[in-house]
């Protein structure tokens, strides 16, 4: 046998992507679940960039059948229509395809879909986060009974890096915290809030009529998304299978401008915080509105921007920063995963870096997590309400930073109080003690505050 220049040689056998055959393999065929945004993204990826991928991958990567659910639609790549059809298990089952990409979204039937492909011991790229949120166990363990590779690098911050960073580059390091603002939607409309003044339904219907905002938002704006995706980035950085209702979960509907002013005014700016950390064997997980100190380096990102500050034991604070949406980024990293499981394919290394997540994680309850709080409260204007509150606040073991009385009515006044890291048990003890207080009219929902 002949060896080509280049291939790589293991026990005096050449890998060509199929150790039992002398025949190099010149083709990786691909059958896709979906052209929309990012499917037909991907499409014209792999077209335009189709022989630098050839060289980096060693052979071509073929696209040869999509299954869509309306035939007649029109779409921004044309495909012979021999390659398309309505009946996604037609592309999966079809012994040509050697790469089933998932770019349906939703559990079912992508689930179905997926399961069924590594069943048939295919490797599957997807860019599914809620997919992988909740059923993401169930398919990985699937994936390393079949040897196969399960692929998802877009389900996280479009096309941001940071599946593979955590999963390769980092896995020396026991990571200690992770923050990131994973929504590009609810970014954008707390950018507009801040920049611009606007109240939520505002921001929200032009980030609708701009395409950033689902016609239905509550996936976004109710934090569902980033949830899902900080339960990807925690089960890989602590290596357990994250329950998603060990995620403490709020969305931003309840901000409003004049939130935003105070936290400014106080030297924040609000944000869509996603965060998991690990102390003592205990893992903290939450999704919330948080004032970002505007030094932190996420303060500055903006619009539908993402970012995510991995802190490692040994590497230090690093920080990824992209598009986390949008066709055109996110097919960059389906097509990374393509051609990294394409790459696999051909050197027979399939299954390199199966799931290693154990069961049984401690999972800190959101009462325990200390932070520091902003809350703003509507009281009587009258001497003696400052010290009445500052005393509920003391019972409950919570300790005052910083209180800035804002605006009077001449009878009601807006006070803004920031306390010291307390335990969010004694926050709530205090603010329901608070809310009966006869001299206090409204209390508003408290904010987390991020440290520097
Ligand atoms: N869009 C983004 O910026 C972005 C970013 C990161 C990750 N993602 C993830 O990427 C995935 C795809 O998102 P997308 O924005 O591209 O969605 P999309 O534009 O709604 O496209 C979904 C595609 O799936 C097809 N489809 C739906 N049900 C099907 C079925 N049963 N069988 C075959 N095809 C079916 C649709 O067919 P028709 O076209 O015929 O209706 C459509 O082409 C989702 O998991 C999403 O969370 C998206």
């Known amino acids: 046998m002949k060896r080509r220049a280049g291939s790589p040689v293991v026990e005096g056998k050449q890998l060509h992507g199929n150790v039992n055959s002398d025949k190099p393999r010149d083709v990786v065929r691909i059958g896709m679940l979906g052209l929309g945004t990012v499917g037909s993204a991907v499409i014209a990826l ?8 050839q060289l980096r991958v060693g052979c071509a990567v073929e696209v040869v059948k999509v299954a869509v659910k309306h035939l007649d639609k029109e779409r921004p790549v044309i495909l012979d229509p021999r390659m398309l059809t309505d009946n996604a298990y037609e592309v999966i089952e079809d012994e040509s395809v050697d790469i089933v990409v998932e770019l349906i979204g939703g559990v079912e039937p992508a689930y179905e879909y997926v399961m069924r492909a590594i069943e048939l011991g295919k490797s599957v790229v997807t860019a599914n986060k809620e997919l992988l949120a909740k059923r993401g166990g169930e398919i990985l363990d699937a994936a390393k009974g079949k040897g196969v590779d399960v692929y998802f690098e877009a389900s996280v911050g ?8 955590l999963k390769q580059s980092l896995v ?5 915290r992770i923050v990131g603002i994973l929504n590009g939607t609810t970014n954008y409309i707390l950018t507009r809030m801040t920049r611009d003044g606007l109240d939520f339904s505002t921001a929200l219907s032009e980030a609708q009529a701009k395409g950033f905002a689902e016609a239905d938002p ?20 602590f290596g357990y299978r994250i329950p998603l209702d060990a995620i403490y979960r709020e969305g931003i509907r309840h901000i409003e401008p004049a939130d935003i002013d105070y936290a400014s005014s106080l030297g924040y700016v609000i944000k869509l915080l996603a965060i998991a950390a690990e102390h003592d064997g205990l893992i903290e997980l939450r999704v919330h509105p948080t004032l970002v100190p505007k030094t932190h380096p996420l303060a500055s990102v903006s619009d539908n921007y993402n970012a995510v500050v991995i802190e490692g034991d040994s590497v230090g604070r690093l920080m990824f ?70 005393g509920v606040f003391g019972a409950e073991g919570v300790s005052i930073a910083s209180v800035v009385q804002r605006e009077s009515d001449g009878k009601t006044a807006e006070i803004v109080w920031i306390t010291h890291a307390t335990p969010y048990r004694s926050l709530r003890g205090a603010l329901e003690g608070i809310s009966s207080l006869d001299v206090v009219q409204s209390v508003g929902k408290p904010l987390w505050v991020e440290a520097d």
Do not use: H
Request: charged share 25%; net charge positive; with cysteine.
């Open 172 to 176: 020396g390091n026991r990571i200690k």
């Open 218 to 237: 509550t996936d976004d704006v109710d934090a569902f998304d980033p949830m899902y995706k900080i339960a990807i980035l925690a089960a890989i950085a």
């Open 158 to 165: 479009g096309g941001i890096p940071i599946i593979m960073p």
């Open 46 to 53: 792999l077209w335009r960039n189709r022989e630098l991928i």
């Open 321 to 390: 920063y992209g598009q986390g949406a949008g066709g055109a980024p996110t097919a960059s990293a389906v097509v990374g995963d393509i051609v990294d499981a394409a790459r696999n394919l051909r050197l027979d290394a399939k299954g390199r870096l199966p799931c290693v997540c154990r069961l049984g994680g401690m999972f800190k309850s959101i009462d325990d997590v200390v932070s520091r709080f902003c809350i703003r409260m509507r009281v009587a204007d009258k001497p003696g309400v400052l010290a009445k509150i500052a």
